[in-house]
């Protein structure tokens, strides 16, 4: 098992709203990202996530985010708006 920095890799990018995949454990991915500014509300009809805020309580400054989820769902509930799937 390799252990993985989260803050490391939430340093190799910048765009908010673009989630990146760190790793995966039984058919979930997971992922970092970075938000600031309102995000589109969406639900997933077939799924939970789970969201562990890393850094910041409030979106109107940058925040961090650890993201768990089933491979495959879309990050906005609506694959044709999704944001592609991106392996860091």
């Given at each position: 098992?390799?252990?993985?920095?989260?803050?490391?890799?939430?340093?190799?990018?910048?765009?908010?709203w673009q989630p990146r995949?760190?790793?995966?454990?039984?058919?979930?991915?997971?992922?970092?990202?970075?938000?600031?500014?309102?995000?589109?509300?969406?639900?997933?009809?077939?799924?939970?996530?789970?969201?562990?805020?890393?850094?910041?309580?409030?979106?109107?400054e940058e925040v961090h985010?650890?993201?768990?989820?089933?491979?495959?769902?879309?990050?906005?509930?609506?694959?044709?708006?999704?944001?592609?799937?991106?392996?860091?």
């Amino acid at each position: 098992m390799n252990p993985v920095n989260l803050g490391a890799k939430l340093a190799t990018f910048s765009e908010h709203w673009q989630p990146r995949t760190v790793g995966q454990f039984n058919g979930h991915d997971l992922m970092v990202v970075k938000a600031q500014g309102e995000f589109v509300r969406h639900k997933h009809d077939d799924t939970d996530d789970f969201f562990l805020v890393l850094k910041g309580p409030m979106a109107k400054e940058e925040v961090h985010i650890l993201l768990i989820e089933p491979a495959g769902t879309p990050n906005t509930g609506d694959p044709a708006t999704a944001a592609s799937r991106r392996v860091i």
